[in-house]
């Protein structure tokens, strides 16, 4: 399983960006996995973004980004895109995306719990 995210930049606040994590060794039409957006501020734990069910395409947002950011699954190309819109300098971040089994991800919220990571790229939201 390898995951590679892009599209990560510096923007303005107020501002948008769309981040894309394009999955391979896995399928989204397939296979039965969770994958997620998790982002990590300097000092600050990585935590959990959003959430999408490769099973069933159910997806969840942590509640600061709620109404702010949306996710699109797209299946032929096994992508994963995150629309971010408003964006607040505390979106400030280098984020991640991640794949786990579903039972994993029921477990909880913790980055810990990932198991298969991207390298990440780097969203910067100035005042």
């Not at 930049?9 to 996995?33: E, I, K, M, P, Y």
């Not at 969770?34 to 935590?47: C, D, K, L, T």
């Not at 996710?71 to 992508?79: G, H, L, S, V």
């Not at 895109?81 to 579903?102: F, G, H, K, R």
Request: some cysteine; aromatic content about 12%; glycine content about 10%.
């Amino acid at each position: 399983v390898q995951l590679v995210e892009s599209g990560g930049g510096l923007v303005q606040a107020g501002g948008s960006l769309t981040l894309s994590c394009a999955a391979s060794g896995f399928s989204f039409s397939s296979d039965d996995f969770a994958v997620a957006w998790f982002r990590e501020a300097p000092g600050s734990e990585r935590e959990r973004v959003s959430i999408f069910s490769t099973k069933d395409g159910g997806m969840d947002y942590a509640e600061s980004v709620k109404g702010r950011f949306t996710m699109t699954a797209d299946n032929a190309k096994n992508t994963l895109i995150l629309q971010m819109n408003s964006l607040e300098p505390e979106d400030t971040a280098v984020y991640y995306c991640a794949v786990v089994s579903p039972a994993a991800a029921a477990r909880g919220s913790s980055w810990y719990l990932w198991d298969t990571w991207g390298h990440g790229t780097q969203v910067t939201v100035s005042a």
